[in-house]
């Protein structure tokens, strides 16, 4: 199996905690379709290398040490997904080179085609929501890269962002997407303002006892939803600047409650082929009770009485 420079296919983004992680596990049940864990990476390369050829040792350096919230390297997450053992998968990845030096895109095509090529895939994507940020950088990347956007009710993005340690470390220290503070040398930093001490034996994250940062025992819900609001509008803003018929948004409560024609829609989008029933057995993997699971909880009734007006602004009901 062959790959070249056209991978990735496509992005997935979105404010996340809005389905992005869905429409990963449904798009990978078509048979020609691979798309890896979150990476992160790609505009910290953008931001060292841009477009030069440099050497694929240095790429790499900056791939190993991309760190996820909770410790773990982003490459770590994606590795162990794929039974891989790190120095096996270097000596593959390097193996396939056919020069010491290349550019981001280079070396990208060989990583996800090599990841795909393990799942017999042909085409490969990639799910990382913050992504949305910076699809512009992207496309000058990947020209002929597409974009998903799904996005969420507010509303039920908050009650789950408040509850995930990557966001309560967004809103604490008021940062609004995860690859500004994911490279070794910051993640460091930021981890030098965080105490570990025990949780509340009711606590969501006592059984974790994962760092809390420091004077942030409480955070408010209406601070998560202001970074979904402003995740959702800088997405936006972003894809304003993008080539025509590349972008695309879908809806969360869409997809649960209508998901073969919306798969079918987003194949026809991607230029996917035909396979099989693969949208039929996918859509068998979604519950469509989600859609309304917070409808009646106190939080989400008093975000409803706050940001009405808010939310009919940006295209969702009250």
């Known amino acids: ?3 070249n420079g056209t991978l990735p296919r496509f992005f997935i983004v979105g404010t996340g905690r809005c389905g992005t992680t869905l429409l990963r596990k449904l798009l990978v049940q078509h048979p020609d379709v691979y798309i890896p864990q979150e990476t992160h990476w790609l505009p910290i390369l953008a931001n060292y290398f841009g477009m030069q050829r440099v050497p694929h040792t240095e790429i790499f350096r900056v791939v190993e040490n991309t760190y996820m919230a909770k410790g773990k390297t982003a490459l770590e997450r994606i590795l162990k997904e794929n039974a891989l053992e790190p120095e096996d998968f270097r000596q593959d990845l390097f193996s396939r080179f056919g020069a010491s030096a290349g550019t981001v895109p280079d070396f990208m095509a060989v990583f996800y085609g090599l990841l795909a090529e393990r799942n017999g895939a042909s085409i490969c994507g990639d799910k990382t929501p913050d992504y949305g940020f910076c699809m512009t950088m992207l496309q000058q990347f990947w020209p002929q890269a597409k974009f998903i956007h799904i996005f969420r009710d507010g509303r039920d993005v908050a009650l789950s962002m408040s509850k995930v340690l990557s966001f309560r470390y967004l809103v604490a ?10 490279y070794k040398k910051q993640y460091e930093q930021k981890q030098a303002l965080v105490v570990r001490s025990p949780a509340p034996s009711k606590s969501w994250f006592a059984h974790w006892r994962k760092p809390i940062p420091l004077q942030q025992p409480e955070l408010p819900l209406e601070r998560f939803y202001e970074l979904w609001r402003s995740r959702l509008l800088r997405i936006r803003d972003e894809a304003h600047r993008l080539s025509r018929d590349c972008y695309q948004e879908i809806r969360y409560a869409d997809l649960l409650s209508n998901p073969i ?28 009770e989600n859609v309304q699971k917070n409808l009646d909880t106190p939080d989400y009734v008093r975000l409803t009485s706050q940001y009405a007006s808010d939310l009919t602004a940006l295209g969702f009901e009250p």
């Open 1 to 3: 199996m062959t790959h």
């Open 173 to 182: 220290w008021e940062i609004n997407h995860w690859f500004g503070i994911a």
């Open 261 to 288: 024609p919306l798969l079918r829609h987003i194949s026809q989008f991607l230029n996917l082929p035909e396979r099989g029933n693969w949208m039929k057995e996918a859509s068998t993997m979604i519950n469509a």
